[in-house]
């Protein structure tokens, strides 16, 4: 009983261990909770003015400035990879072992050849290996969206460090879209929109939930026996 027990507790720890499914943490970077936040400029316009902060001053810049703003991302990724590689090996080897020859003089002179005769024994070996290995590969992948995100923190040089999120249910699949990342004041558009390719310590997390989704994961069997298989 006690094998049992044991069997199936390796069982369970291998199979934990067998699921190595690839995760993205949308902590945000070390540097963006160490650096202090911007301390407000407490600027004050002159009551009427037709340049302020107010709640619809007539001229004013619509792009984000402070905490809780939005700022939309245009998410354009796209990725290529090709890999090539080639390998090979050649190794040969050769032995030769010969016995011993024994000489003398005088009398001994036809003893010693006859017993070279019989103990003079070689031994040689010849072996050879090659191989040869070629390996290529190619990938093409593309992403393409939009995401509100929220300035959450301004930081002591002025970067924004953003979030969002969007999800969608859509026939019973559920999408979800998460974006976090650091970006320049500058680098947003005069509608308030920015690219991807602007955003600092990037983090872009798309996953789907359904049956789809289900039906397209390797069952944790499979993941299991894979994982210790060694072939």
Do not use: H
Not at 178 to 204: C, E, F, H, M, W
Not at 206 to 215: H, L, M, Q, W
């Amino acid at each position: 009983m006690k094998v049992l027990l044991l069997f199936v507790l390796l069982f369970a720890l291998s199979g934990c261990g067998a699921s190595t499914e690839p995760e993205i943490s949308m902590k945000p970077p070390a540097y963006v909770e160490e650096l202090p936040p911007k301390q407000s400029d407490n600027i004050q316009t002159a009551p009427g003015s037709l340049f302020g902060k107010g709640d619809n001053p007539l001229f004013s810049d619509k792009k984000a400035m402070n905490v809780n703003d939005l700022v939309t991302v245009v998410i354009q990724e796209s990725t290529s990879q090709s890999t090539q590689a080639n390998r090979s090996s050649s190794k040969n080897n050769t032995s030769n072992l010969s016995g011993g020859t024994l000489t003398a003089g005088g009398q001994l002179a036809n003893v010693a050849n006859n017993i070279s005769n019989y103990s003079n024994i070689g031994f040689q070996t010849n072996s050879s290996a090659n191989y040869t290995g070629t390996g290529a590969q190619t990938r093409n992948e593309s992403f393409n969206t939009t995401v509100s995100t929220r300035v959450i923190k301004i930081l002591s040089n002025g970067n924004y460090f953003i979030e969002g999120s969007r999800e969608l249910l859509i026939n019973g699949e559920k999408q979800i879209i998460q974006l976090s990342g650091v970006i320049r004041p500058y680098d947003i558009g005069q509608d308030n929109t920015i690219d991807s390719r602007y955003i600092a310590d990037a983090k872009i997390l798309y996953k789907t939930e359904g049956d789809v989704a289900t039906s397209t994961k390797k069952p944790w069997g499979t993941r299991f026996f894979e994982a210790i298989w060694p072939f």
